[in-house]
């Protein structure tokens, strides 16, 4: 999560929201701030163990601003500060609004299989698997594979 000093305080307070609203985000994702300067005392002075049903109601709702043209975003310093973060050996980095075919997961998992992926084996040590990607019209069902 990229935010400004000014933000970091508000970030670290929607993440524990939806850690505590969304039992799947608790139990699955990992959250990494990324601020460009070191924040003063960012850290809330209490986290929320449990919110109220209307906080998570909100959650679930677009109250997002995009401030894809009003803000700089370290898209590259991002993509690796998760990737060091991440605690598997393949890591996909994909835009927000792409959607993935269906069999992804498992077509790169045959693959890997049949290319030995899995095994200690240095020559795909720093080797990037490109994802095709294809804009279509919202009312286009994804691909299977």
Same mark, same amino acid.
């Given at each position: 999560?990229?935010?400004?000093?000014?933000?970091?305080? +508000?970030?670290?307070?929607?993440? @524990?929201?939806? %850690?505590?609203?969304?039992?799947?985000?608790?139990? #699955? !994702?990992?959250?990494?701030?990324?601020?460009?300067?070191?924040?003063?005392?960012?850290?809330?002075?209490?986290?929320?163990?449990?919110?109220?049903?209307?906080?998570?109601?909100?959650?679930?709702? +677009?109250?997002?601003?995009?401030? @894809?043209?009003? %803000?700089?975003?370290?898209?590259?310093?991002?993509? #690796? !500060?998760?990737?060091?973060?991440?605690?598997?050996?393949?890591?996909?980095?994909?835009?927000?609004?792409?959607?993935?075919?269906?069999?992804?997961?498992?077509?790169?998992?045959?693959?890997?299989?049949?290319?030995?992926?899995?095994?200690?084996?240095?020559?795909?040590?720093?080797?990037?698997?490109?994802?095709?990607?294809?804009?279509?019209?919202?009312?286009?069902?994804?691909?299977?594979?």
């Amino acid at each position: 999560v990229y935010a400004e000093e000014k933000d970091v305080h +508000e970030a670290l307070w929607k993440i @524990a929201h939806l %850690q505590s609203c969304f039992q799947i985000f608790k139990e #699955n !994702v990992t959250f990494s701030i990324v601020s460009p300067v070191p924040a003063k005392s960012i850290t809330p002075s209490s986290i929320p163990t449990s919110v109220e049903d209307n906080i998570c109601n909100f959650l679930r709702e +677009e109250h997002v601003q995009n401030y @894809a043209f009003t %803000q700089r975003y370290p898209n590259n310093l991002l993509r #690796n !500060v998760a990737r060091r973060a991440s605690s598997t050996e393949f890591v996909i980095v994909i835009d927000i609004d792409m959607m993935p075919s269906e069999n992804l997961r498992q077509d790169f998992l045959l693959f890997a299989t049949q290319k030995g992926l899995f095994k200690k084996n240095h020559i795909y040590d720093k080797t990037a698997f490109v994802v095709p990607a294809f804009e279509a019209k919202d009312n286009i069902e994804p691909p299977l594979h």
